[in-house]
């Protein structure tokens, strides 16, 4: 599947805070400092439609989607005129997300030929978990299959000031946000002991803040409701840990809380929200498939097969070069954590990043992913005259099928960094995690960009660090994670065979040479090493 896409699972019933439909007839009640409409009032306020979509070809369903409607009664949406346009905006961004991808899906399914019949989805579904006169909270939950080994997942959060239809961010609501995150992050490893070595492994450090759980109150990024039962945490798979983590959830309780919360949000009473809202599906309703089947014949763009997980050496391989380089460790300096980046500052190094210029070549990968780093596509440009050389997919090289035994990946692999040099495309490929996830991954691969035939794969698990090196006949590759071994690796150019592996104090993050010195910093250490020929 060349694209990925994300969307939502469950339509649970809707349950909110009881709130009359005029004004005048509403009677409230204060619980913990919020209040809370009385039953005086009990119409229903909000109805939640299901939406099924399906796209045909033949009488054959290629692919299926699901979207919500939330619909507010007259009345409410005339005293909520700017909630109600919030919530018009999100049901109509929900609708046109699922029919355009549920007609793209089909598309590929027509050409790709899913194992069953309907088996490309996209859905998504909503909870109401809570509405009185602060708050009204939307969750929502998306899934979709396209692909791969299995399906995605990811649940968002928009708590809506009632009165504005304001978002209101989680910031706004607790008093002290180092002391919440304290709580949510031993919360998290109280109920997923070592999560938290995970989370720092697997974390993506964009801001410098080097703790994933500030950034994400720095950028109001969770996903989170709060109720009668205290504050509630969702983590999806990949947000802050890998596909097996699995969904997390973290419930602070007010009593964990204490003063962390503004009485003016907290609602302590328990609410009895089930008549306030009906749920409805509607009728099934049909999409043509886009036309995806001239893709595969792009005359510029190659896609490069996989020819096995396993060790592999074409016939095109050059024999192994009858030398190679050694490196001797002369200077280690270890602290608490290396910032990568003051690392690059402090020697005149930039940071390594797979869209870059090497003086000859300028590479430019694409196809992102979910998460828009897991590029597998990769165009590759002269410097000078930036005229198109290459451009490859290398999505099946990176999930599969391989030719051997017909497996895909378990897990999402990517393009890590590339580069061409006398003619042959080095690249290494793998995914962010742990190897129990996919052991065969983080592999250097030689390619021939002119055949997009692979010439050698090398052995599973020898490079994920952000870049690579290549002196005369070696390839400097490394290869670490959380309590997994880390090492240097020495591979041979020309077959992709391990030469030498040597051992490192953490993962290795980045690695740069000058002159005859080979720097190279780790999670935690800043080696050089003379680079001997």
């Not at 939502?8 to 439909?21: F, P, Q, Y």
Request: aromatic fraction near 12%.
């Amino acid at each position: 599947m060349k694209k990925k896409i994300v969307a939502g699972l469950l339509v649970a019933a809707m349950t909110m805070s009881l709130m009359g439909c005029a004004a005048e007839e509403k009677i409230t009640e204060v619980t913990g400092g919020s209040e809370a409409m009385s039953d005086a009032a009990a119409d229903t306020i909000v109805t939640v439609v299901t939406h099924s979509i399906e796209s045909k070809k033949d009488d054959k369903v290629l692919a299926t989607g699901s979207y919500p409607e939330i619909i507010l009664s007259e009345d409410y949406a005339a005293s909520h005129s700017f909630l109600a346009d919030r919530i018009n905006d999100l049901n109509g961004t929900w609708e046109e997300n699922v029919k355009t991808n549920t007609a793209e899906n089909a598309g590929w399914a027509a050409v790709e030929e899913p194992v069953e019949e309907g088996e490309y989805y996209m859905d998504y579904s909503v909870d109401l978990p809570r509405i009185d006169d602060k708050i009204f909270t939307i969750m929502v939950y998306e899934s979709d299959y396209t692909g791969g080994a299995h399906p995605n997942r990811f649940s968002e959060s928009y708590n809506y000031n009632v009165d504005t239809g304001d978002e209101i961010g989680i910031s706004e609501i607790v008093t002290d946000t180092d002391a919440v995150t304290a709580l949510i992050k031993n919360k998290l490893e109280e109920e997923h002991p070592g999560i938290l070595e995970e989370v720092e492994s697997f974390y993506y450090d964009e801001d410098g803040t080097g703790d994933a759980f500030k950034s994400k109150f720095a950028h109001d990024a969770y996903t989170w409701n709060l109720t009668s039962e205290g504050l509630h945490i969702y983590f999806s798979p990949y947000e802050i840990a890998s596909y097996a983590a699995g969904d997390m959830e973290v419930l602070l309780s007010y009593d964990d809380l204490g003063d962390l919360i503004k009485e003016e949000y907290k609602i302590t009473e328990e609410q009895d929200m089930s008549k306030l809202v009906e749920t409805k599906e509607g009728e099934t309703s049909e999409v043509e498939p886009e036309d995806k089947s001239d893709v595969y014949n792009d005359a510029y763009v190659a896609s490069v097969d996989n020819p096995s997980w396993n060790y592999y050496c074409s016939d095109e391989a050059k024999p192994a070069a009858a030398k190679h380089i050694s490196l001797t460790e002369t200077s280690k300096e270890k602290t608490d954590w290396l910032k990568t980046e003051d690392w690059a500052n402090e020697n005149g190094f930039t940071l390594a990043d797979p869209n870059y210029d090497d003086g000859t070549y300028t590479y430019v990968p694409y196809n992102g992913g979910d998460y828009g780093y897991e590029y597998t596509s990769l165009t590759i440009y002269d410097t000078q005259t930036y005229s198109s050389q290459y451009d490859l997919d290398l999505f099946y090289l990176c999930m599969g099928a391989d030719d051997e035994t017909n497996d895909f990946s378990a897990a999402t692999q990517y393009i890590r960094w590339a580069k061409l040099v006398d003619g042959v495309l080095y690249v290494s490929v793998g995914h962010n995690g742990y190897a129990t996830e996919e052991p065969n991954s983080c592999y250097m691969v030689a390619i021939n960009p002119d055949t997009a035939k692979v010439i050698w794969r090398s052995n599973p698990l020898v490079s994920n660090a952000s870049n690579f090196q290549i002196v005369d006949d070696t390839i400097i590759c490394s290869y670490g994670f959380t309590s997994e071994p880390d090492y240097i690796y020495l591979l041979d150019k020309n077959t992709g065979e391990t030469v030498e592996s040597i051992p490192v104090e953490s993962m290795v993050e980045q690695m740069e040479i000058k002159d005859d010195t080979l720097y190279v910093a780790t999670y935690d250490t800043a080696y050089t090493y003379k680079i001997n020929r």
